[in-house]
């Protein structure tokens, strides 16, 4: 099992990025997936969650109305569109899944909101 993040970066406040996360090793469409974020200092906190058929998707309240998650089962990718972007939304964001019994994770992407 792998997943593979990528987009973060550096951004202004009220920016946009979408994050991705390839997912391989395992059967993707099958699988529910989330994004999950850890700042400095804090622990690390679910932000959005998508069912397998990508028919339902919740959100962390901090984010409703500002991220939007997919999935493409046919490329095996799940995203994060991420729009409005404040200073509190600066975190490493991780793509998650809960394979085999076995928690999953990236390695994680940088996402820094500046002034």
């Known amino acids: 099992v792998q997943l593979v993040e990528s987009g973060g970066g550096l951004v202004r406040p009220g920016g946009s990025l979408r994050l991705s996360c390839a997912a391989s090793?395992?059967?993707?469409?099958?699988?529910?997936m989330s994004w999950y974020r850890q700042a400095p200092g804090k622990e690390r906190e679910l932000v959005a969650s998508?069912?397998?058929?990508?028919?339902?998707?919740d959100y962390a309240d901090s984010v409703k109305g500002r991220f939007t998650i997919s999935r493409d089962n046919a490329k095996n990718m799940v995203l994060l569109q991420m729009n409005s972007l404040n200073h509190e939304d600066t975190a490493v964001y991780y793509c998650?899944?809960?394979?085999?019994?076995?928690?999953?994770w990236g390695q994680g992407t940088q996402v820094t909101v500046f002034s």
């Open positions: 998650y899944a809960r394979v085999r019994d076995l928690n999953r």
């Open positions: 090793g395992f059967t993707f469409s099958s699988y529910a």
């Open positions: 998508i069912t397998s058929t990508g028919g339902s998707t």
